[in-house]
């Protein structure tokens, strides 16, 4: 069945340092992969959209990779700040689009 | 302008009673999803609108749950004889565009059901 596996653990990072989040799927060829976040008691917000042709995206401090062939997507955040702590889900999207569960990041002043 | 709304932010019943929760899209977008989130987990798919197109129910976990999309706009998703286990967080969110047009979604407040 396809599966989408997000770190499960919390992540904490030192403020100023680079936070890296880690998405995985299986027995799914994706044609896009997003990242949102989330906020406790709020919708999930996009962030960033890769295509299977990308390798690499970059917004202000943001950074994502797609490694079709790993079947992996990681989730840069540089120079983190407190205010970055949030939840952080990937989706899939082929013929239906599938979330991940998530990562609870914690940036630690 | 306004994003996607939904109502009502909190909803409090009794096992066994019927709710309709309700989500109003941003003009123009196509695209509906309804998706569930339990404490502590992802988002779990439900039912998915596009245009006029027969909706994509195969999320739907019971025949208890249904919903409808009436002129292309606002989406109704209704919980009939509600269970315990249908207490979570309901979000509703739009897109421009649906599945495989790499469109992102935008997501509403959600809605709290706690079935008592």
């Known amino acids: 069945s396809q599966k989408i596996e997000q770190n499960s653990e919390a992540l904490n990072i030192q403020e100023g340092k680079t936070a890296t989040l880690t998405c995985n799927y299986t027995?799914?060829?994706?044609?896009?992969l997003q990242w949102y976040r989330q906020d406790p008691g709020r919708g999930p917000v996009f962030l960033l959209l890769?295509?299977?042709?990308?390798k690499e995206k970059r917004k202000e401090r943001l950074k994502v990779t797609f490694d079709t062939t790993l079947k992996q997507s990681l989730f840069h955040i540089t120079a983190s700040q407190p205010a970055d702590s949030a939840t952080y889900l990937c989706?899939?999207?082929?013929?239906?689009?599938?979330f991940g569960k998530g990562t609870r990041l914690h940036i630690l002043p | 302008g306004a994003g996607v709304s939904q109502s009502p932010s909190n909803k409090v019943t009794e096992k066994g009673k019927d709710v309709e929760l309700r989500c109003d899209p941003i003009?123009?977008?196509?695209?509906l999803y309804w998706y569930r989130q339990s404490l502590g987990q992802g988002l779990e798919f439900l039912i998915y609108?596009?245009?006029?197109?027969?909706?994509?129910k195969s999320g739907l976990p019971s025949d208890r749950f249904s919903a409808e999309r009436t002129g292309g706009s606002v989406s109704t998703l209704t919980i009939q004889r509600t269970q315990q286990e249908d207490s979570a967080v309901y979000l509703c969110?739009?897109?421009?565009?649906?599945?495989?047009?790499?469109?992102?979604?935008?997501f509403g407040p959600g809605t709290r059901l706690t079935v008592t």
């Open positions: 969110a739009s897109s421009l565009v649906g599945s495989r047009s790499g469109y992102e979604q935008y």
């Open positions: 609108f596009q245009g006029n197109s027969a909706p994509d």
């Open positions: 027995n799914y060829s994706p044609a896009y």
């Open positions: 890769i295509r299977e042709n990308e």
């Open positions: 989706a899939v999207e082929g013929d239906k689009i599938i």
């Open positions: 003009s123009g977008h196509t695209a």
